[in-house]
């Protein structure tokens, strides 16, 4: 069965650090991936999705960046996190036209 | 522009109440709506999608074109109901982005 994973769970970082959120899912070949932040009050904002290896769509100007180096594999960066990055990061995927299923999250603090 | 309203923040009834979460849509094109749900300390996951056309833990959907809506509705809400929901709306064929709405979370109350 398919399963997804992301780490950390939780992270606390400073202003103007780095950041590297990762996504890696089992159980599949070339889904679909996406990274979402959820906000309060602000429901899901759908921040990359990628098709395929290397191939990264962004859906709004930030201060965030994506990559995938590997086909089951989606990470989130920031070269210099914001106050405003600070929200729960949701990573998912489908197998294209489908359901998207959720991984657990990571809950970003940026202080 | 593609966009998902759902206007309740937070919806409280008392256990065995009827239930309606509200969703409306706006999309030029031809829909796939969805509703997901958030227990506590859970996964978002699918609660169910309107090409189904199914009954999940009793809640029901129905596209309603005209009125560019897509409600969630039981008619007997269970405590364990208590959860965040939300709307979302699929934008392309190609790579099924999902646009949310901003959620409503339903209390239950004993």
């Known amino acids: 069965s398919q399963t997804i994973h992301q780490w950390p769970a939780t992270l606390v970082q400073p202003v103007g650090s780095p950041l590297s959120l990762e996504c890696t899912v089992e159980g599949t070949s070339n889904p679909n991936l996406y990274w979402y932040r959820q906000a309060a009050g602000r429901g899901l904002q759908l921040l990359f999705y990628s098709v395929g290896i290397g191939q990264i769509s962004s859906e709004v100007p930030q201060n965030l960046s994506a990559s995938r180096p590997q086909d089951r594999q989606f990470i989130l960066s920031s070269k210099k996190l914001l106050l405003s990055d600070s929200g729960f990061y949701l990573c998912a995927w489908s197998g294209g036209w489908e359901t998207q299923y959720f991984g657990p999250g990571t809950r970003l603090l940026v202080l | 522009a593609q966009r998902v309203t759902q206007p309740e923040k937070l919806l409280s009834v008392f256990k065995g109440a009827p239930v309606e979460l509200k969703c409306n849509y706006s999309y030029s094109g031809s829909p796939e709506l969805f509703w997901y749900v958030q227990y506590s300390r859970q996964r978002l996951q699918l609660l169910l999608r309107?090409?189904s056309r199914e009954s999940i833990k009793g809640f029901t959907a129905d596209l309603n074109k005209g009125e560019t809506s897509f409600h969630l509705k039981k008619p007997f809400a269970q405590e364990e109901d208590s959860a965040m929901y939300y709307c979302a709306l699929s934008a392309s064929y190609n790579t099924d982005k999902l646009i949310f709405g901003t959620g409503t979370r339903l209390q239950v109350f004993p």
């Open positions: 309107h090409i």
